[in-house]
């Protein structure tokens, strides 16, 4: 699509926006606004660290440790060159455009009512989303299952391939691509990926990948992640290891069973969507990313933003999974709201508002399988 239909869209969708559909957008607008300004007090982290490895000498990942993949690592030389003020700006200007082309891919992919849940469930993370990156592979995975939907194949793999090398995650909700039959458009987002691999080892040595797939090489579990929640309530100690708050340690052989047990459930999902009249990138791409939040030794706030399209299109499937998705979304917004307005919930309420978030997450598989297996009884 040229940009000349792109920005025809657009103003197709706007020009005949509802009155809540332009209250959230221009909400956005507010939310940008106030990142670019600079509202004292607001922490930075991501800015800080993004300035850190952008001016660092040396050859990254080599001389250099980084913990962000290779395409993330490009999007952080784009927005990092300046000063931190500079760069605190361009990485929200980054996010704000990643959001509304998420928001534009659900319309353009899934359509109008698709998009204005989109922009629902997003709402609760305007509070700090826009101070990380975390939404341009949001974004370029919506993009790639849009235009693949569409008939765009070559393009919408090059998307999938490129979100991929920023975070992960979205390997998990590329087979939606073979549900919809668009083969062409799975094997170029694997040759995308494999492409930027091989330039990403090429620059940063294969100890590029274990920093990455380590975070630096950590070895306690993240706070709020799964298994860290409960680690940290029972033992009641915590520190700060290679850029998070960590509790315990991960045992031998628990990050590879934890990375078994996510294939395996993925899988399970997938192939279960195989006999289902489910929009492949709704419920089955939501319950998916969801499986992969339940066992990462990780689970920082911003991750649930990678729900978000998925719920969105999955709500045209039936309003429950809508609410399904939003509901960790609606945790973890008013969690960090309070973070940000320094009311001291305390570690026991922390921990009980992070496992209330995670069993929400784990709800959804849940919820997917219960779902499937009810239909095929039927």
């Known amino acids: 699509m040229s940009a000349s239909e792109r920005a025809g869209v657009i103003e197709r969708l706007s020009g005949s926006a509802r009155p809540a559909e332009l209250g959230l957008i221009a909400l956005r607008v507010v939310a940008v606004v106030v990142v670019i300004v600079g509202v004292p007090h607001w922490p930075d982290p991501t800015a800080h660290r993004f300035s850190e490895i952008a001016h660092a000498p ?90 693949a939907r569409r008939g765009r194949e070559r393009a919408g793999g090059i998307a999938v391939g490129l979100s991929a090398l920023i975070k992960v995650w979205p390997v998990v909700v590329a087979p939606a691509l073979a549900l919809e039959r668009r083969t062409r458009a799975l094997a170029t987002a694997a040759l995308a990926a494999a492409a930027g691999t091989v330039a990403w080892i090429a620059i940063g040595g294969l100890g590029a990948l274990r920093q990455v797939s380590t975070f630096r090489g950590a070895t306690g579990w993240e706070l709020g992640s799964t298994i860290g929640v409960p680690i940290w309530a029972l033992t009641g100690q915590h520190r700060f290891e290679e850029g998070a708050n960590r509790s315990g340690t991960i045992p031998t052989g628990a990050a590879q069973a934890l990375l078994v047990a996510t294939i395996v459930t993925v899988t399970a999902i997938w192939l279960l969507a195989r006999r289902r009249d489910d929009a492949p990138a709704g419920a089955p791409a939501l319950a998916a990313v969801a499986a992969l939040l339940v066992f990462a030794p990780v689970f920082s706030p911003q991750y649930v933003a990678w729900l978000v399209p998925w719920a969105a299109v999955a709500g045209g499937d039936g309003r429950r999974w809508t609410w399904l998705g939003s509901a960790p979304v609606i945790i973890t917004g008013a969690l960090v709201t309070l973070w940000y307005l320094d009311v001291d919930l305390g570690p026991g309420g922390n921990q009980l508002v992070l496992a209330a978030r995670n069993l929400a997450v784990m709800v959804i598989v849940g919820a997917y399988f219960v779902h499937t297996a009810r239909t095929r009884r039927a």
Request: zero cysteines; glycine letters at 8%.
């Open 58 to 147: 040396g050859t990254p990942w080599r001389d250099t440790p980084v913990e962000y993949a290779f395409v993330d690592w490009i999007v952080i030389r784009a927005v990092g060159w300046g000063s931190l003020s500079l760069t605190r700006i361009l990485l929200a200007i980054v996010a704000f455009g990643a959001d509304l082309t998420a928001w534009w891919a659900v319309a353009r992919g899934w359509g109008r009512e698709a998009a204005v849940r989109y922009l629902w469930v997003g709402a609760p993370l305007l509070i700090f989303i826009y101070r990380r990156d975390d939404l341009v592979p949001v974004a370029l995975a919506a993009l790639g299952l849009a235009w």
